[in-house]
T-cell receptor, first 115, second 113 residues
Framework: EAQVTQNPRYLITVTGKKLTVTCSQNMNHEYMSWYRQDPGLGLRQIYYSMNVEVTDKGDVPEGYKVSRKEKRNFPLILESPSPNQTSLYFC??????????????FGSGTRLTVV | KQEVTQIPAALSVPEGENLVLNCSFTDSAIYNLQWFRQDPGKGLTSLLLIQSSQREQTSGRLNASLDKSSGRSTLYIAASQPGDSATYLCAVRLNTGGFKTIFGAGTRLFVKA
């Protein structure tokens, strides 16, 4: 089944303890992106990647890191989490072609609580 | 700066009613527009994708239209059912570097049995 898989689904952690949220897709998509969703603020892009070793900041990158060493994986790293990073996080992917533009496929989300 | 607005923010209808959700965007330089459904606390499920060169797409009881020149899209849901209750999000993929996607805030739909 074609899908984007995020892990974990739920995570409670303490301030300052480094964590990684994994994202993997099995559709050979070039483009991958991380979003956070907060009440009243909607979905905001954190980082995106247009291909292996190509990443760039979205609208709210502060406090986050990403890497794209393999096409299928795009982990989100919080080096020193803070309570304001408590949110619902989504990974999404799509093909990227100059001849046709595809829609996103989203993961099921990771609900992160930082205490 | 591209802005995506969805009206209404919330909608409650009786089962069986046909309804229209609206999405407007400020910049017509888009690659595509995608409608999603989101259940509370869950991920986004893609409903329909309209390329910038297309005018509409249909899937079952859903029909989405796109008018790039006026910056508008509508999602038409026929014969609504309680299972349609969810938040519906409109997302516009930009025709600029980074292929950024801008999301609307969503319309929360409740279909009463």
């Amino acid at each position: 089944e074609a899908q984007v898989t995020q892990n974990p689904r739920y995570l409670i952690t303490v301030t300052g303890k480094k964590l990684t949220v994994t994202c993997s897709q099995n559709m050979n998509h070039e483009y991958m992106s991380w979003y956070r969703q907060d009440p009243g603020l909607g979905l905001r892009q954190i980082y995106y990647s247009m291909n292996v070793e190509v990443t760039d900041k979205g609208d709210v990158p502060e406090g986050y890191k990403v890497s794209r060493k393999e096409k299928r994986n795009f982990p989100l790293i919080l080096e020193s989490p803070s309570p304001n990073q408590t949110s619902l996080y989504f990974c999404a992917s799509s093909f990227l072609s100059t001849s046709r533009f595809y829609g996103y496929t989203f993961g099921s989300g990771t609900r992160l609580t930082v205490v | 700066k591209q802005e995506v607005t969805q009206i209404p923010a919330a909608l409650s209808v009786p089962e069986g009613e046909n309804l229209v959700l609206n999405c407007s965007f400020t910049d017509s330089a888009i690659y595509n527009l995608q409608w999603f459904r989101q259940d509370p606390g869950k991920g986004l499920t893609s409903l329909l994708l309209i390329q910038s060169s297309q005018r509409e797409q249909t899937s079952g009881r859903l029909n989405a239209s796109l008018d790039k020149s006026s910056g508008r899209s509508t999602l038409y849901i026929a014969a609504s059912q309680p299972g349609d209750s969810a938040t519906y999000l409109c997302a516009v993929r930009l025709n600029t570097g980074g292929f950024k996607t801008i999301f609307g805030a969503g319309t929360r739909l409740f279909v009463k049995a």
